[in-house]
């Protein structure tokens, strides 16, 4: 069975600390698609999230 969390970023959620718990994948919507740079939060995310490995 696989882990979705939702709620990261814009409910409060934090992409490390799901994964951490034990998310298999994280649902990031408004977190990036609300930034002024969208681009830059979504290589942000996926650099600490790469940084997990």
């Known amino acids: 069975m696989k882990i979705i969390s939702p709620g ?3 409910q ?3 992409e490390v600390s799901a ?3 034990g998310a ?3 649902i ?3 977190k ?3 930034a002024s ?3 830059k939060v979504a290589m942000e995310i ?3 999230l790469s940084m997990m490995l």
């Open 37 to 39: 740079d969208p681009v």
């Open 46 to 48: 996926d650099q600490r």
């Open 8 to 10: 990261i970023g814009a």
């Open 32 to 34: 990036i698609y609300q």
């Open 24 to 26: 298999d994948y994280v």
């Open 28 to 30: 990031v919507g408004r």
């Open 19 to 21: 994964v951490a718990a």
């Open 12 to 14: 409060g959620g934090d």
